[in-house]
């Protein structure tokens, strides 16, 4: 049984501010991960002009997928979700003492079980690298340079897991933007080695062993940028390991569900690779689109899940149902105001985005043409992925954290069940698609779960969503329209050319979305609206 609802008392009297104190922290998370994502971009782009749709480039995209499949498992996936409501429980009811112990004893267990798994990893990279691509083996060549950028990208892991556990300590506490602006640093090393590498005239083998360290390097970046404000908090590092304490096998029980839980979009990328080694530079092309959804999905759903999953941990530490109800739906009418017409535009400008961003070195533009058709599976199940991102979390701040491993494990099913049957059909197309169908049905066995846990008022979620959908539908018609347009008056072969294209088209989109959201009277147009222009007087 839950707790009873409490009445609320000081939410009450900011009840009527709640929507837009959302919205605006989430405008501050948002400002930081676009500037990480747009990085992440770039960095993509100086991947595709070294390396292209190679070998050499499937081989870093398995390589990095491994010890990054574990670290949204276990570190941003798993220990996040289950750290933050743990540390916040711990802050409110036993003090920041217990609470920056709390902290030092998972940093211990970090060092302990994560560096003992990095090893094992290095140790075992060969036969792991058969596992998740067997076709590499066809290959010359190719399956060794996987297992040794593999090894060099390991110690990644228990590196971002200590930056999570720092991350968590700030977002606990409100300190929302050092932990967005992290990742813009890892971005700014790996770009920092790629214009050495490129600057170097470096070979295709020397370029992605080059680009493997600089991303471990990267990956240091996005720990120590961290601490200077976590000692600003009170935080002292001491080294301590207890697996009996409470709090920390709290953690633990948490943990293991979560792992699961929040795992369906990585497994299914883990099952879509063993399929795709099939296809030479299939793992690249999904990778450069996933890359491209990685920029709506981080930029809006994450920073919305990062401020709705601290507010319901605190909902939650209070005993606060009502509240956790309020917070989860306005995270849902945020997010689908804010994805939805992003999936409209990505699926209308889905090859003139391509082109711009990554036909450049040795991207040809038949990978363009297959890249975008990936990008299309994949966009179709964006609002579905950043909607998990802020259900999820709600589960875990209620201690039932078995609910999102049953949807996890359903979805995973479904994905395996749709790659059988859509990759003889559509090859790797269809492995996007797949991915896209199993989100989606995560999220849906989410929010039906919600509802009959603790209340939601799906009806308006509902509305609201179709509301915006109606909306997004101007905005796809005008950037198909304007993009063309633009095309075919300066063509597609000179980079200005696609720049005019796709940037006038977004214009036009965005436009016709913010009227027809108007005429449509979506109040998060009004809440946004407001806050730059309180931004802008200040």
């Known amino acids: 049984m839950l707790p009873a609802v409490r009445e609320p008392t000081q939410e009450r009297v900011e009840a009527a501010r709640a929507p837009a104190r959302m919205g605006a922290m989430a405008a501050l998370v948002s400002a930081a991960t676009m500037l990480s994502r747009v990085l992440g971009l770039v960095r993509e782009q100086l991947f595709a002009a070294l390396l292209g749709a190679s070998a050499f480039a499937d081989a870093f995209v398995v390589a990095f997928r491994i010890p990054n499949l574990l670290r949204d498992l276990f570190a941003e996936g798993a220990l996040s979700a289950a750290f933050v409501p743990t540390f916040t429980d711990t802050l409110k009811n036993q003090g920041r003492a217990q609470a920056i112990r709390l902290a030092n004893l998972v940093i211990g267990a970090i060092l302990v079980v994560v560096g003992g798994l990095t090893l094992l990893g290095i140790y075992f990279a060969p036969w792991i690298v058969d ?8 290959v010359e060549g190719k399956r060794d340079i996987t297992v040794l950028c593999t090894r060099i990208m390991f110690p990644f892991l228990p590196l971002v897991s200590l930056a999570a556990v720092t991350m968590g300590q700030l977002n606990a506490q409100e300190r929302f933007g050092p932990p967005a602006f992290a990742s813009a640093l890892f971005n700014v090393v790996a770009i920092l080695g790629g214009l050495f590498l490129f600057w170097a005239g470096a070979r295709e083998e020397q370029a992605v062993i080059g680009w493997s360290i600089f991303t471990l390097l990267g990956g240091a970046a996005q720990l120590l940028i961290q601490v200077p404000v976590a000692r600003a908090l009170g935080h002292r590092f001491k080294l301590l390991v ?7 096998r709290r953690i633990a029980r948490l943990m293991g569900p979560a792992t699961v839980g929040l795992a369906a979009t990585q497994v299914n990328l883990f099952v879509n690779t063993i399929f795709a080694s099939k296809v030479e530079g299939a793992p690249a092309w999904l990778s450069y689109a996933f890359r491209l959804m990685q920029l709506p999905i981080g930029v809006f759903g994450v920073a919305v899940a990062t401020i709705a999953t601290a507010g ?4 939650a530490a209070e005993k606060d149902l009502e509240g956790m109800q309020s917070t989860l739906g306005q995270g849902l009418r945020l997010v689908a105001f804010l994805t939805v017409p992003s999936m409209i535009g990505l699926i209308a400008l889905r090859e003139p985005i391509v082109r711009l961003l990554f036909e450049h070195g040795r991207f040809q533009p038949a990978d363009t043409v297959a890249t975008a058709w990936a990008t299309l599976g994949y966009a179709v199940g964006l609002y579905a992925y950043a909607g998990v991102k802020v259900v999820a979390p709600a589960f875990y701040a209620l201690d039932r954290a078995r609910i999102p491993l049953y949807a996890s494990l359903t979805a995973v099913a479904a994905n395996i069940l749709f790659n059988v049957l859509l990759f003889p059909v559509l090859s790797f197309k269809g492995l996007a698609l797949g991915t896209s169908l199993a989100a989606a049905l995560n999220f849906g066995v989410l929010i039906f779960a919600f509802r009959r846990e603790v209340g939601l008022r799906l009806g308006a979620t509902v509305g ?3 509301r915006v959908l109606v909306a997004a539908f101007p ?3 005008a950037a198909i329209a304007v993009a063309g347009a633009v095309e075919s008056w300066l063509g597609v072969e000179l980079v200005p050319a696609r720049i005019l294209a796709v940037g006038l088209a977004i214009v036009a989109g965005a436009s016709a979305y913010a009227l027809a959201c108007k005429a449509l009277r979506v ?3 009004e809440e946004l609206t407001a806050f730059v222009a309180r931004r802008l007087r200040r």
């Not at 596992?131 to 066809?138: D, K, R």
């Not at 319901?312 to 909902?315: C, E, S």
């Open 131 to 138: 596992a998740m691509a067997p076709g590499f083996s066809e």
């Open 312 to 315: 319901l941990a605190k909902r």
């Open 475 to 477: 905005c796809g018609l």
């Open 242 to 248: 207890d697996f009996a304490d409470p709090g920390l």
């Open 523 to 525: 109040r998060e147009l």
């Open 464 to 466: 609201h969503l179709l």
